[in-house]
């Protein structure tokens, strides 16, 4: 996840609707829809009320700034990564964003979520990154974006590795704890 955690005075806590949606019966896809039913009227409750009390602080820290969930795994029998993230423009007004990534469209697969502008451009850039270790690649790219935007990106990072058989391997835990991680 990254994006708005959580707001004071209101019902959104992001980590909380995605516990909730994944205990939801169905496959990945499901679990992310259920997210969005269950997250979104929160998040926009949450906007209004930053807007009204830090309109400045709005405008720069989360105007067109996605909140994102990653939900990765297995999906229809191959590895999936099924991001479903909202995000508020500057007059407030919400939008779903819905990526899906699934092999075996990919040989791998991967995504950077929060602000990602820094390596979309790097990617443009340098046709031949794709050959390069991804976990390392994954470290530079985010350096790319914290010295970037150092006010709104920062360690820790937490990076994971799924395989085809859908089993874990954590790179780096990052912010996660044992307990979240799991």
Not at 40 to 64: G, L
Not at 78 to 93: F, M, N, P
Not at 100 to 120: C, D, K, Q, V, W
Request: charge should be neutral; charged fraction near 30%.
């Amino acid at each position: 996840m990254a994006g708005l955690y959580e707001v004071r005075n209101s019902d959104f806590h992001l980590r909380g609707y995605i516990r909730a949606a994944c205990r939801e019966p169905g496959d990945l896809r499901a679990k992310a829809e259920a997210f969005v039913r269950m997250a979104r009227k929160p998040y926009e409750e949450a906007v209004t009320i930053i807007r009204r009390e830090d309109p400045s602080d709005f405008a720069n820290t989360m105007a067109n700034k996605p909140t994102e969930v990653i939900f990765a795994g297995i999906q229809n029998g191959e590895i999936g990564l099924i991001v479903r993230g909202l995000t508020a423009d500057s007059a407030g007004k919400v939008k779903v964003e819905r990526f899906e990534s699934t092999a075996p469209s990919f040989r791998r697969i991967g995504y950077f979520m929060g602000l990602n502008g820094h390596i979309r451009s790097y990617i443009k850039s340098h046709p031949e990154w794709a050959k390069e270790d991804y976990a390392k690649l994954a470290a530079r790219f985010v350096g790319l974006e914290i010295e970037a935007h150092p006010d709104l990106v920062g360690l820790p990072v937490s990076a994971l590795q799924i395989d085809n058989k859908g089993d874990v391997v954590w790179l780096a835990k990052g912010a996660c704890d044992a307990r979240q991680a799991d």
